[in-house]
């Protein structure tokens, strides 16, 4: 990161168990949409419309399950999962501790927006912006807690610049068990 971002206002590292991010400005008035780092699958769901009436039901509930710890917790996060015929979908929401329930849930609302319009019945799918996180996957295996959503897809970094004038995003997804949800299950 201290390569790729030595003359940046702005750096962030993604990993699935933690997110390494610096600024010139308070996390909190980062605005909610921006930037973001999307990876979904190609491979889709049979009966799709199904398939989308049931993700978006879960995440709806995911979403409200997040935001409900932020009054009564340090971990602004949860899981959900739902049952799609002999399969199971894992979701996994989290924010940044530093910002509002509104804007958390806004964040996570906008971010399952971007699979709902490019990325329909896609089977799993992680979006990671610089205040919150939400991650499916569609699994016939019972996935080990904490849950490992790239276990089975294509890992490699990415770089790319950011949208507020100048800033480097290093996103990079490891295949490593998402150190706050381990934390909650202590």
Not at 38 to 57: P, V
Not at 80 to 85: E, H, I, L
Not at 176 to 186: D, E, M, W
């Given at each position: 990161?201290?390569?790729?971002?030595?003359?940046?206002?702005?750096?962030i590292?993604?990993?699935?168990?933690?997110?390494?991010?610096?600024?010139?400005?308070?996390?909190?008035?980062?605005?909610v949409e921006?930037?973001?780092?999307?990876?979904?699958?190609?491979?889709?769901?049979?009966?799709?419309?199904?398939?989308?009436?049931?993700?978006?039901?879960t995440?709806?509930?995911?979403?409200?399950?997040?935001?409900?710890?932020?009054?009564?917790?340090?971990?602004?996060?949860?899981t959900?999962?739902?049952?799609?015929?002999s399969?199971?979908?894992?979701?996994?929401?989290?924010?940044?501790?530093?910002?509002?329930?509104?804007?958390?849930?806004?964040?996570?609302?906008?971010?399952f927006?971007?699979?709902?319009?490019?990325?329909?019945?896609?089977?799993y799918g992680?979006?990671?912006?610089?205040?919150?996180?939400?991650?499916?996957?569609?699994s016939?295996?019972?996935l080990s807690?904490p849950?490992?959503?790239?276990?089975?897809?294509?890992?490699?970094?990415?770089?790319s610049?950011?949208?507020?004038?100048?800033?480097?995003?290093?996103?990079?997804?490891?295949s490593?068990?998402?150190?706050?949800?381990?934390?909650?299950?202590?």
């Open positions: 990161m201290t390569s790729a971002c030595l003359s940046s206002v702005e750096g590292v993604y990993y699935e168990e933690c997110t390494l991010h610096y600024a010139n400005l308070s996390f909190s008035t980062i605005k921006l930037p973001r780092f999307i990876q979904a699958s190609h491979e889709t769901a049979k009966l799709e419309i199904y398939f989308n009436r049931i993700l978006g039901d995440v709806t509930d995911l979403i409200g399950n997040v935001t409900a710890e932020f009054p009564v917790s340090s971990r602004y996060f949860a959900t999962t739902a049952k799609y015929g399969e199971t979908i894992y979701t996994l929401g989290q924010c940044n501790p530093d910002i509002t329930s509104v804007n958390c849930s806004m964040c996570l609302r906008n971010g927006s971007v699979f709902t319009t490019n990325y329909t019945s896609s089977i992680q979006m990671f912006s610089p205040i919150c996180r939400l991650s499916y996957v569609l016939g295996d019972v807690r849950w490992k959503f790239s276990r089975t897809f294509e890992q490699r970094p990415i770089f610049t950011g949208t507020r004038g100048g800033s480097v995003i290093g996103a990079m997804i490891a490593f068990a998402s150190v706050a949800l381990y934390l909650k299950l202590l």
